[in-house]
């Protein structure tokens, strides 16, 4: 017998009466949700994944969207969501893929820790009348300099100074790589970093011959599958980021499904058109530290020593002992990536259940580092899950020189964040391959979008740090007597370092 239908997951309404009959909501959907029959538009829920393109693009505002109408019996244990995994699995034999990060409705940590600010005997900083520091060097800094007085008075810098990225704003933009999203996706990121003076980074997808204008602004990536790794795309980026693991899935490789490698994704990529590009789940030429260390400096060695050179780990228990050996393996940053930072294809199972927050990996780790005398040997990069400005202020308080943001730069650009990244019909030009969603989305006015918001973010950082009688990011960083957790338990104010409201 048949397992039957499912309830569904969202019913779409068209008010017939509001309805102009201009047939966009046909135009606009990817996902083939409406069709025309006659002179009357047929709707197919069962289809809908609430991209909310048709809603933005109807006229008249005729159209509705509700989660969940019929729902199952309700069931403490036995949820919605746990009965349709079993039922889709019972089908298919199959791995669920998702999108995005973390779904689960775990506590979000930074929305328990709040900011200080300055009162009456320590006044505050107002920023539209003082001057406020938010460049940002990321790479290794001196534990001390020395200098050489000449006689003429003088003074020459005898320590020698390694590579450092200058960044006019301690927001970044993550690594997705063409084939997640798409080319004008890749190019509308690469003017907005542009145009605000930081970095984006290229994923593990090869760099794109539109994007070499904006190589100054890249950090190319090497990842266990080296797809598009060549000696071209390795001096062509500021920096090289090896990545080991990602926060959306710790402990497996990267997957873009084949559907989405198009001709350009197969030439940049280096891979055989329309096949999947699965990345091992560990470097093969990398089972410790010490090996980290070869590649670290190999790709040093490769690039004339002229660049920083990133790791980028998944936030897990251990993430502060692995990051101290990192700093040990010539390596200029760490960069840790929480368990809720996105993903366009990803196992399910992984993304919901593997993995630590970004908050608590990242004090974590800086504790470590400034334990072992070394926390000056390193740069920390937080990801995953940087939704506002005030995340980023509580992640560089934590411990974080800078962060990277992916899903609120993509949201910037019209994401809707419906997690069917990996199926490559977005509607919105971002996460697909296909060229006419993908020419849905400008370039140059996404790239504004983009732009707008880290000045936004920057503007909003600078006010928070004037609210605290802070004038430099330098200040910030790691200043956790600035933070107080509100409703946090006892462990994980340890963990955090942070003491507790009224406190």
């Known amino acids: ?78 949820t919605a969501e746990a009965r349709e995994d079993i039922i889709n699995q019972a089908r298919t034999g199959k791995i669920i893929l998702a999108g995005m990060g973390n779904a689960k409705p775990y506590p979000v940590i930074f929305d328990r820790l709040v900011l200080d600010a300055c009162q009456v005997t320590n006044p505050s900083i107002d920023p539209l009348r003082e001057p406020m520091e938010l460049r940002t060097y990321l790479g290794k800094k001196p534990s001390r300099l020395e200098i050489d007085k000449k006689d003429n008075g003088d003074i020459e810098l005898k320590t020698k100074l390694t590579p450092n990225l200058k960044l006019e704003t301690p927001i970044m933009i993550g690594h997705m790589s063409y084939g997640a999203i798409s080319l004008n996706a890749q190019l509308s990121l690469a003017k907005a970093v542009e145009k605000t003076g930081t970095f984006m980074g290229t994923g593990e997808g090869g760099l794109h011959e539109a994007i070499y204008p904006y190589q100054k602004n890249m950090i190319v990536q090497v990842a266990s599958g080296r797809f598009g790794v060549d000696i071209n795309y390795l001096e062509r980026g500021a920096a090289i980021e090896i990545k080991i693991g990602q926060g959306a899935k710790p402990g497996i490789g990267g997957h873009l499904p084949g559907e989405k490698v198009c001709q350009d994704v197969s030439c940049t990529r280096m891979i055989p058109l329309g096949s999947d590009a699965i990345s091992p789940a560990p470097h093969h030429d990398i089972y410790s530290i010490e090996d980290l260390a070869q590649l670290v400096r190999s790709l040093k060695e490769a690039t004339e020593w ?96 800078a962060v990277y943001i992916g899903t609120g730069a993509l949201i910037a650009m019209g994401c809707r964040v419906c997690g069917q990244c990996y199926r490559g019909m977005c509607p919105w030009g971002i996460a697909t391959q296909r060229p006419d969603l993908v020419e849905r989305l400008d370039p140059e006015v996404e790239s504004e979008h983009v732009a707008n918001l880290i000045r936004s973010w920057t503007l909003e950082l600078s006010e928070l740090m004037g609210a605290a009688g802070i004038n430099s990011i330098e200040s910030l960083r790691s200043n956790r007597s600035r933070l107080r957790g509100y409703m946090l338990d006892e462990g994980t104010l340890d963990v955090l370092q942070v003491k507790p409201v009224g406190a």
């Open 1 to 78: 017998m048949s397992l039957g239908s499912v309830p569904l997951k969202y019913k779409v309404t068209i008010d017939r009466e509001q309805c102009m009959h201009c047939m966009r909501c046909i135009d606009n959907c990817s996902y083939g949700v409406y069709h025309k029959e006659d002179d009357r538009i047929i709707i197919d829920s069962r289809k809908c994944t609430a991209c909310h393109h048709c809603i933005s693009m109807c006229p008249r505002d005729a159209i509705s969207l509700k989660e969940r109408p019929v729902d199952y019996r309700s069931h403490p244990l036995w």
């Open 306 to 401: 002229k660049k920083p050179v990133f790791v980028k780990i998944a936030a897990v228990h251990n993430a502060a002992a692995i990051s101290a050996g990192i700093a040990r393996s010539s390596a200029d940053a760490v960069v840790i990536d929480g368990f809720r930072g996105g993903s366009g294809a990803t196992p399910k199972v992984f993304r919901d259940n593997v993995g630590i927050p970004i908050e608590a990996a990242v004090a974590s780790v800086d504790q470590k580092l400034k334990d072992q005398g070394i926390r000056n040997k390193i740069s920390v990069i937080a990801s995953g899950g940087i939704r506002n400005s005030a995340d980023i202020a509580k992640s560089i308080a934590l411990g974080a020189d």
